[in-house]
């Protein structure tokens, strides 16, 4: 017993194109099958391990008039009727249209699963649509080239759960706790660590306590260029950003305790300035936690320093204030030690020290504030993933709760900034965080990915 996937949307999305991909060689037209109008293809396909039929409501032109479009909501419906599972399809370049919206009103009403798939996905000129088509209500879409054959593996991982809802585990398949549906070339894995330059000004926050020297630092920054655009009305009357080139790197910077300061409202300043901070860290992609070298790890430090993390941004902790430090060997030594032991969720994260004052270690500042910015960007392809978690669990195999060994089957990254893994895996409510760790801490390793927060999530099988 297998089961049927439809692809169902309007016209061009590029449903055909998925069609062909998934059925490959094994093309079979059964037009002349009972049941199926020369208007619903069907094929046998094949992704992975799965086997299963795929319908594709083929041949559908663009719908102008009134008795096309009843056509074509005719022919979509039968199709997600004959479905098990149905993969709505929209072409994320284009964003949800009208029709995509009649589309999905069909899907909630009569699909019990479906996938939403955003398509054409490649490259930035997708995210948009991507982000829109959250909007859908038919959950998270995955991002899908079926052109260049992206996101097959992130199909996969949908599929599979449900798969094994309708019984379909192909026995024939190698007998492999890791089933990749594509390997991906030498070329295309090197490719997959390309990593985004910003076409806008990459928005920085410098966050920290009253007096830490954050408007020191945003001036010492501006003063080196001299190319202040703005100040410019902010976004908040409280956040004031300024956008400058720094060195050749566009940067947006988002100052907040600075403006307030002249308010000379000093008590109020130490209240309000976690939550300045908070404000300016929903709008930053790098958040730059800037530290009094004299009183590192102060509690409002390290609450600043984990909303950072807890909010997704890309961090770098800088210690200000270094040209006063006498013994600076053995304070870093001390600061290392004291941030790896109060901040172990920020693992990883550059530590640099600068003098706002003097303009010592800017260069070092801007270049790690650029390498967070890349590495939360950042997307390891699945091939090399694969590759690293199978050496990962030799290495250390996952614990076996009550004698069953958690299984880790398949590794793929779900989202960037900041990256975003899921493991598909048998029980993973019993996955100890210990594991988790494991895992996280040798994805930065072996993939160098300092200065951001690293996302992991088990899933298990539906
Ligand atoms: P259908 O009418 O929904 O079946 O769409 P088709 O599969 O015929 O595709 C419509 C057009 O979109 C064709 O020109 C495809 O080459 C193109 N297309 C399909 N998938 C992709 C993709 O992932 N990226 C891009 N850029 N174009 C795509
Ligand atoms: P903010 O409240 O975080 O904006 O802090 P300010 O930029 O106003 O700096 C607070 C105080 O620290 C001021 O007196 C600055 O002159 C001083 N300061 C800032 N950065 C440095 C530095 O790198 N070295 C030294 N010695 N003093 C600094």
Redesign the pocket.
């Known amino acids: 017993m297998s089961f049927t996937l439809a692809i169902v949307g309007r016209p061009n999305v590029g449903k055909s194109t998925l069609f062909n991909r998934l059925v490959g060689k094994r093309l079979a037209l059964v037009d002349d099958q009972p049941g199926v109008t020369r208007d619903l293809r069907e094929g046998a396909a094949r992704l992975g391990d799965l086997k299963f039929t795929v319908i594709d409501t083929a041949g559908l032109e663009e719908a102008t008039d009134e008795s096309l479009q009843g056509r074509m909501r005719k022919l979509t419906e039968r199709a997600v009727d004959m479905a098990d599972i149905c993969l709505f399809m929209i072409d994320a370049r284009m964003g949800v249209t009208a029709q995509d919206k009649v589309f999905a009103e069909i899907l909630r009403r009569r699909s019990a699963h479906v996938i939403l798939a955003a398509n054409k996905s490649e490259g930035a000129a997708a995210d948009a649509g991507v982000y829109e088509s959250y909007g859908l209500g038919l959950g998270d879409p995955i991002r899908l080239s079926a052109e260049h054959g992206e996101g097959l593996n992130e199909l996969y991982a949908m599929l599979q759960p449900l798969a094994d809802e309708f019984e379909t585990r192909d026995d024939s398949a190698p007998e492999t706790d890791i089933e990749l549906p594509e390997e991906l070339s030498e070329d295309e894995a090197e490719e997959g660590f390309v990593m985004p330059t910003p076409g806008k000004p990459l928005q920085i926050a410098v966050v920290?306590?009253?007096?830490?020297?954050?408007?020191?630092?945003i001036?010492a920054i501006l003063g080196e260029d001299r190319l202040l655009t703005g100040p410019e009305a902010g976004i908040t009357r409280d956040a004031i950003s300024l956008s400058m080139d720094w060195d050749g790197l566009p940067v947006r910077l988002f100052d907040t305790?600075?403006m307030r300061?002249k308010a000379k409202v000093q008590e109020k300043l130490e209240k309000l300035s976690v939550s300045d901070g908070l404000r300016a860290l929903k709008f930053a992609e790098v958040v730059v936690v800037?530290l009094d070298a004299a009183i590192p790890f102060e509690q409002q430090d390290l609450r600043i320093a984990d909303l950072a993390e807890r909010e997704g941004r890309a961090v770098v902790v800088a210690v200000?204030?270094?040209?006063?430090e006498p013994e600076k060997q053995q304070k870093l030594r001390d600061l290392k030690e004291g941030f790896a032991r109060l901040l172990p969720q920020l693992r990883g994260t550059p530590l640099i020290t600068?003098?706002?004052?003097?303009g010592r270690g800017l260069d070092r500042l801007r270049e790690a504030i650029f390498t967070s910015y890349q590495v939360w960007n950042r997307r390891v392809p699945t091939a090399a993933l694969n590759r690293w978690l199978a050496d990962m669990i030799e290495s250390h195999p996952p614990p076996a709760p009550q004698g069953r060994r958690i299984k880790l089957r398949y590794m793929t990254q779900a989202k960037t900034r900041p990256p975003q893994f899921v493991v598909m895996c048998s029980q993973p409510d019993k996955m100890p965080a210990s594991y988790s760790r494991y895992l996280v801490n040798g994805l930065r390793e072996a993939f160098d990915m300092p200065g951001t927060p690293i996302r992991l999530i088990m899933r298990g099988q539906g």
Not at 208 to 217: E, V, Y
Not at 320 to 324: A, F, Q, R, Y
Not at 354 to 358: D, I, L, M, Q
Request: hydrophobic share 30%; charged share 25%; net charge positive.
């Open positions: 920290g306590r009253p007096n830490a020297g954050k408007s020191t630092l001036n305790a600075g300061k800037l200000n204030k270094w040209d006063l600068v003098s706002a004052k003097t």
